[in-house]
């Protein structure tokens, strides 16, 4: 079974950080790209970052370019999202995805959250207060 597990969301005041990470479980992760989604109360979900397979290309929304960073391990199934700077407006659970179709950090963007990925994790809670 393949599915992925995310950790690390929380409660942070406007301004500050907070470092989410996303494990896959399952012998298919590492040969595409993984990212991360979010949804707030009411809203769709939507993207946020991708990391392609090899770990080389990023991508970002751009409502958080330059404040998030995705980073991919050398265990290419794991991959971080740290997000500094945080506002009242990144509050939404993030959700980590993987898997088919997608190798490139672009495609999963274009994609969007439609798409039919390989896995999706459960999400975690990130609030930011205003």
């Known amino acids: 079974q393949d599915y992925l597990a995310e950790s690390g969301g929380g409660f942070v005041q406007t301004g500050g950080s907070l470092k989410l990470s996303c494990v896959g479980t399952?012998?298919?992760?590492?040969?595409?790209?993984m990212g991360w989604f979010r949804q707030a109360s009411g809203k769709e979900r939507v993207f946020v970052a991708a990391?392609?397979?090899?770990?080389?290309?990023?991508s970002y929304a751009d409502s958080v370019k330059g404040r998030f960073i995705i980073r991919r391990e050398n265990a290419e199934n794991t991959i971080h999202l740290q997000m500094n700077s945080l506002q009242p407006e990144d509050t939404a659970v993030y959700y980590c995805?993987?898997?088919?179709?997608?190798?490139?950090?672009?495609?999963?963007?274009?994609?969007?959250?439609?798409?039919?990925?390989?896995?999706w994790g459960q999400g975690t809670q990130v609030t930011v207060s205003s």
């Open positions: 995805v993987g898997g088919p179709p997608f190798r490139s950090a672009q495609a999963m963007e274009v994609a969007g959250a439609s798409a039919n990925y390989g896995a």
């Open positions: 990391v392609s397979a090899s770990g080389a290309i990023t």
């Open positions: 399952g012998s298919k992760f590492s040969d595409y790209a």
